[in-house]
């Protein structure tokens, strides 16, 4: 029985091709390649292998020769000699290509090839290691059509790794919605060939979680998680790597649907198998994350305690300037931001900038970038929104080039919105929100509350450029998008209703700002209660707008001056948190 395994480590290495020799009387099985993590920290995939050897001499036969039927593995195996060799993929893809041309003719019609479905896997490899995964796409649909898994395990075998590696090229494509779709179906293949308690079934479950995460799907993604912990506590042993593994990525889940204490269980049920199995470092990054929950919890002293812990392991087994020990110094100046400690918060964004500034030998880009975002924030919480743009551009060009990265990048574009609005430069704010609109669009999240709120403060920016139009259309789009998936008592959803009424009064539809206003004050006084300052702001807006309806409906629409007093930075910031928009 084959593997039908899929594994994710916490640092998933880089994107490898792999051919390997055809049995002589077997039918050859798909390449076990290990496919990347659905993380946003993935690295640029790389055909090169550390070991060289002489380069095979290059054939160049014809068309007709590939009736040929032992041209195709001849082929293939020229195709990983070149690889192997260090020439690099373009000369392997010509032989890629021609292998699969020849597997193709040489197939006995109504019969599944897997040789034809192995060459498809590979030159879908091959072309995205030279970055061409658009072109990858169509190679693996193909490829995913010719086995018949009813045939037996290999059959079953390359049917599932062809949806996982078209799942993994949908997502280096920031298609997270097709990717996931992938991945499905690629478990549904897998539990059917070796049912739904298999421990390889279990890994698939959890590499599905990871998507979903990355997806902001906690739902499914606590239900695969859950699963997943059950399949690794029938067929491990207690307190095993594998179950520390799901319940870092259980409290991950819980950590972002706001159940703390739950995530903090299961933080410290992980730390315990890592403590028993000898795993220092991977304490220490549970540390870490156990200090995340404290503070979350406000509970500031055991956060600095498992923070300082995790520093010291770190410090002494990376070394003083490696990237962990700086996301260690953020995570601390983040809390003596919020217990007003500045001058220790300021010293360590100081200290964590001075590591990223010079990177030791194999930290990546995105490790980088994401120190960088989070020291944004903090500089934007101490009112330097200047310093906090700088910190972003900084982290949006190292990912720019980056393959998988469209979502973290529409997320740094978004916050390059709010502070472009904070500093007055509004047209910049439009245009990096419309940037990551249209990123977020493309990789499917155009239906997440994330982007609901993205379109609200695009909407406000254009609002500010008396794009009126515009701004209603936005409004209106994140009102329906935030109505689906907050509910309509949620805050964000609340302050677009505010933004939508107050822009169709400024446009002089005044029926529909007064339907909104009263819908708005029915839910405060039924549901949320009227303690929220905005009530009477919005009972006194609706009376005004009650009062001149009565008088005149055909009035001339306000001046957007009355909405938001541009004048003053200030009334800007209150201003936009009282419509809505969380700066």
């Not at 060289?52 to 001499?57: D, F, I």
């Not at 032989?95 to 192995?118: Q, W």
């Not at 995790?310 to 990237?323: M, R």
Request: overall charge negative; proline content about 7%; hydrophobic content about 40%.
């Amino acid at each position: 029985m084959p593997g039908l395994a899929v594994k994710s480590p916490p640092d998933a290495p880089p994107l490898r091709i792999s051919v390997p020799e055809p049995p002589p009387h077997n039918p050859p099985r798909t390449p076990n390649k290990k496919p990347p993590s659905p993380s946003p920290s993935r690295s640029k995939p790389s055909p090169a292998r550390s070991a060289k050897k002489p380069p095979p001499e290059s054939p160049n036969p014809d068309d007709s020769s590939l009736d040929n039927p032992d041209l195709g593995p001849f082929l293939l195996k020229l195709a990983r000699d070149t690889i192997a060799s260090g020439e690099g993929p373009s000369k392997a893809l010509d032989y890629a290509i021609r292998a699969a041309k020849s597997f193709e003719r040489c197939a006995v019609e109504g019969e599944p090839s897997l040789d034809l479905a192995m060459s498809l896997h590979v030159l879908a490899a091959i072309y995205c290691s030279l970055g061409r995964f658009d072109e990858a796409v169509p190679v693996l649909e193909r490829a995913i059509q010719v086995p018949d898994v009813d045939r037996g395990p290999d059959h079953a075998l390359a049917a599932f790794s062809g949806h996982m590696q078209l799942g993994d090229t949908y997502s280096m494509l920031g298609q997270v919605e097709k990717s996931i779709g992938c991945y499905e179906e690629g478990l549904k293949i897998q539990i059917q060939a070796l049912g739904e308690t298999d421990s390889r079934v279990g890994e698939t479950c959890r590499y599905l979680a990871e998507a979903h995460v990355q997806a902001m799907q906690f739902d499914k993604a606590e239900e695969l998680c859950k699963k997943t912990l059950e399949i690794h506590r029938a067929h491990s042993e207690p307190a095993s790597l594998e179950e520390a593994a799901d319940r870092r990525l259980m409290a991950l889940v819980y950590e972002a649907k706001g159940d703390y204490e739950a995530a903090l269980e299961h933080l410290v049920l992980a730390s315990m198998a890592m403590i028993a199995n000898g795993q220092e470092n991977e304490v220490a990054a549970i540390d870490v994350s156990i200090g995340n929950i404290y503070m979350a919890l406000c509970r500031f002293d055991e956060a600095v305690f498992s923070y300082q812990k995790a520093l010291t392991v770190f410090k002494s087994s990376k070394g003083d300037n490696h990237p962990s020990v700086a996301s260690v110094f953020v995570r601390l100046a983040d809390l003596y931001h919020r217990t007003g400690k500045l001058r220790e918060s300021k010293s360590y964004c100081e200290n964590a900038l001075r590591i990223f500034a010079k990177p030791v030998p194999g930290t990546t880009a995105e490790e980088i970038a994401g120190g960088l975002t989070e020291i944004s924030a903090i500089y934007e919480s101490v009112d330097e929104p200047e310093e906090a743009l700088k910190l972003l551009q900084k982290a949006m060009k190292l990912l720019e080039d980056k393959p998988g990265q469209q979502s973290t990048i529409a997320g740094i574009e978004a916050r390059m919105g709010v502070m472009f609005y904070i500093l007055g430069r509004y047209e910049e704010a439009r245009n990096s929100f419309e940037s990551a609109v249209v990123k977020l669009r493309a990789s499917g999240e155009r239906k997440s509350a994330f982007f609901g709120v993205v379109l609200n403060q695009m909407g406000l920016a254009c609002v500010q450029l008396f794009k009126i139009d515009e701004a209603a259309e936005l409004f209106e789009e994140a009102r329906a998008i935030l109505e689906q998936e907050c509910g309509p008592c949620h805050q964000d959803t609340m302050g677009v209703y505010s933004n939508l009424a107050a822009t169709y009064d400024a446009m002089g539809r005044v029926e529909d700002a007064i339907e909104i206003l009263e819908y708005v004050l029915k839910l405060r006084e039924e549901k949320l209660g009227i303690a929220n300052p905005d009530f009477e702001d919005e009972k006194s807006r609706l009376a005004e707008l009650l009062k001149e309806a009565g008088r005149s409906r055909n009035r001339k629409a306000k001046s957007l001056e009355n909405l938001i007093d541009p004048n003053s930075r200030r009334a800007k910031k209150e201003g936009a948190k009282k419509w809505g928009f969380r700066i």
